[in-house]
């Protein structure tokens, strides 16, 4: 559309951007404070804004977001607030404003983007691939009984004020080891995280802490909301809504969940975003007692510069295979490349010749992290090449733990 222009927004532009963005989720802008606070984590010049005149009617951003790779972390361009208004979509402002973004996120020197998509027909037009999965899971608590021999402890109620202090050093002692979770800064807990203000509530308590206290300091902390409840016979039957349960080492796991699964009055306990490789279950007489109420694509990852990104991780085998990536969005990463890993460093260079398999751009993306089921993508059509290389690739790639991203952004 001739009509619409693309830039920035000025500071002074800020409550405008959110109110479009909020509209374009279908929602009211909160509170004043709350604009605030989104701006110290995405500030003017990490926006980008469609106009109409002087009319906001698109929104996007970027996030600098540091992500945990395997055996590394690499600088990821985080998508967010992609929004365009009812009464312009269809029209091209979407793409447009993602040309710009990726434009850009390049010209920064990343060479991955991610996001999360709230619906999931959108970003693989543009590359993006799904590289993690999450499950939401329930149970009832009086089904929920450990194994004899599993060690449990008590855990301790803390503040939401002190949660800024205990919290940060316990998840940095699990993200740096977890591929697809990212760091954050003192002001991501603040906006993000403890945000704790009355409209984010939504007919549940605040948000609790519990911490387990390890032998030197503490390893593990749960935050959560209680909704409560009554069943029609007049019985206690609210819920536990965990939010993140992110332990160092078993005991503070096994001790978390037993206490958010013996709340008195919350006989219903969820868990929207665990891992898919959460050993809750295994430690359970019986596993059945989690249910996977859904599954869901977490994580999606956009490679932006191929060499650079592959360059970045670390794999578990040494190897070498030969690929060619078709990109139809941004042609400028099409083409053949060889991924040698030789003592486990690995070197990727582009290529001249033939090369083992074929697949477009959002399978290296879904495959990046280590998840990703090789041979699935194979049967799919999406990977095309023969069965020693697939085999080739699986080994490369996968990894023995699923990567898991626990935060939305
Ligand atoms: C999703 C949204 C941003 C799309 O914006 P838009 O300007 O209408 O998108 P475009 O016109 O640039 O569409 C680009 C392409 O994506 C397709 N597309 C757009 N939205 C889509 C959707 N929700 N589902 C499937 N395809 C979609 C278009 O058909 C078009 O396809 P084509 O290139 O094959 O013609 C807009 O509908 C919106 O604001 N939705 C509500 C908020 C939201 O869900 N944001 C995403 C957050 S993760």
Request: aromatic share 10%.
């Amino acid at each position: 559309m001739d009509s619409i222009t693309y830039r920035p927004i000025t500071d002074g532009e800020y409550p405008a951007f959110v109110r479009a963005l909020f509209e374009g989720f279908a929602d009211d802008v909160p509170d004043d404070d709350f604009v605030d606070l989104i701006r110290t984590t995405l500030p003017p010049e990490r926006t980008l804004a469609a106009f109409e005149g002087d009319e906001i009617v698109g929104t996007f951003g970027g996030y600098d977001l540091d992500l945990t790779v395997p055996g590394g972390h690499i600088g990821m361009e985080g998508t967010t607030v992609v929004t365009v208004f009812p009464t312009h979509r269809r029209m091209g402002l979407m793409s447009e404003m993602m040309t710009r973004h990726l434009d850009s996120s390049v010209a920064n020197g990343y060479a991955i983007a991610g996001l999360w998509a709230s619906a999931s027909s959108i970003y693989g037009r543009y590359g993006y691939g799904v590289a993690s999965y999450a499950n939401t899971v329930t149970m009832q608590s009086r089904d929920i009984c450990f194994r004899d021999g599993t060690d449990i402890d008590r855990v301790r109620r803390i503040s939401v004020e002190d949660a800024h202090e205990v919290l940060p050093p316990i998840f940095d002692g699990v993200v740096t080891a977890t591929p697809g979770m990212f760091a954050r800064t003192a002001q991501w807990w603040k906006t993000e995280v403890l945000y704790n203000a009355e409209w984010t509530k939504r007919g549940k308590t605040a948000k609790r802490i519990v911490i387990h206290d390890g032998r030197d300091s503490p390893d593990g902390y749960a935050i959560y909301r209680q909704q409560s409840g009554e069943s029609d016979d007049g019985h206690a039957n609210g819920t536990v809504h965990i939010l993140e349960v992110v332990a160092v080492t078993e005991l503070a796991h096994a001790s978390l969940w037993s206490y958010l699964t013996n709340v008195d009055g919350c006989p219903n306990v969820r868990s929207w975003n665990t891992r898919v490789d959460d050993p809750l279950a295994l430690k359970l007489v019986e596993p059945r007692r989690v249910r996977i109420e859904s599954h869901f694509d977490a994580l999606w990852i956009l490679i932006l510069d191929v060499t650079l990104a592959l360059e970045a991780r670390s794999y578990e085998h040494d190897g070498a295979i030969r690929f060619t990536i078709t990109n139809s969005f941004r042609p400028g990463t099409d083409g053949s490349y060889e991924l040698i890993v030789e003592d486990g460093v690995a070197g990727c260079s582009r290529l001249d010749g033939d090369t083992d398999m074929e697949m477009d751009v959002d399978v290296l993306g879904a495959l990046y992290l280590g998840g990703g089921d090789t041979h699935a993508y194979a049967a799919a059509d999406r990977i095309r090449g023969n069965v020693d290389a697939l085999g080739r690739l699986h080994r490369l790639f996968h990894t023995a733990r699923s990567p898991w991203c626990n935060q939305v952004f």
